[in-house]
């Protein structure tokens, strides 16, 4: 998970923190990665909070209007050029 943080950093000026708990911790176990994890392979969450700070979130009011496209875009392409990255150095 260091790697993966240091390398978004290097490549992008988006903020990014890191974590690293257990799954008993609210939220941390809610996602996608939990069924990777299930079955042996590492895998992490990225997140902005939303449950924690978006009222909306996963309710029929969570609409596209709602959403701030620019800061999405941005961290997208981070995790584009990270993954690259990391890709081009196992080569």
Not at 73 to 78: L, V
Request: proline fraction near 5%.
């Amino acid at each position: 998970m260091r790697g993966c943080v240091q390398a978004f950093a290097s490549v992008s000026d988006f903020p990014v923190q890191s974590i690293a708990t257990l799954a008993l911790v609210p939220g941390v176990s809610w996602s996608d990665h939990l069924a990777f994890w299930r079955y042996g392979y590492k895998a992490f969450m990225i997140t902005d909070t939303a449950f924690y700070r978006y009222p909306f979130y996963h309710t029929a009011q969570d609409t596209p209007d709602k959403l701030n496209y620019v800061p999405f875009a941005e961290m997208a392409n981070g995790l584009f050029l990270m993954l690259s990255q990391l890709a081009n150095a196992l080569r």
